[in-house]
């Protein structure tokens, strides 16, 4: 007990400064290989200083280890990924989900050019898709880019993602662009079919 007092004198301070590690695509991970036993230790009360406070043992360097509270872990993910069905149910128990939808405004852009199509193509896709925000697009495509670009977006960017998410299905894909007010040009058997905006 007077050891656990020591260790929780030399954390008290450390709240005033705060830490984050991002782990980008966290669903994609094997998670008992990137937290092992430290799963349990991220809970808030297993956490340094804390009602229920666990120190673990490091198995290489033996080294007593604790969380400290003023570590902020997070894991970003995309919702529309088909891995997130494999998303550990230990790391559910443990994270709070917080949605991040796309922006139609940023702050150094006071009219952007593509907030229109992007509020159409999302609207579009939000009605085919069974009224699911999950498989939102983005506005980070259209990032310092210019108008004359859109067309390049549409058909390398946004195009390809709209037949995974109607699995190759592409008289869906021109229902949900055409629902966007995109025009769109089927292509001949030169073009392997293919649609263009």
Known sequence: ???????????EGLNSKCYALFIDEINRANISAVFGELITLIEDNKRMGQKDEIWLKLPISGEDFCIPP????????????????????????????????PLYQLDND????????????NQAIYDHK???????IGHALFIDKGEKELSNIYNSKILPLLMEYFQ????K??????????????????????LFV
């Open 1 to 11: 007990m007077e050891e656990r007092q020591k260790k929780f004198k030399s954390i």
């Open 70 to 101: 003023n570590l902020f872990i997070i894991g970003t993910m995309n919702t529309a990924d088909k891995s997130i069905a494999l998303l550990d149910i230990a790391l559910r128990r443990r994270f709070e989900f917080i949605g991040m939808y």
């Open 110 to 121: 006071s009219n952007p050019w593509w907030s229109g199509y992007l509020k159409r193509l």
């Open 130 to 136: 069974g009224k699911n925000p999950d498989f939102f």
């Open 168 to 171: 190759n299905n592409s008289e």
């Open 173 to 194: 894909v021109e229902k949900v662009l055409i629902s966007a007010e995109v025009t769109v040009r089927r292509g001949t058997i030169l073009d392997n079919f293919q």
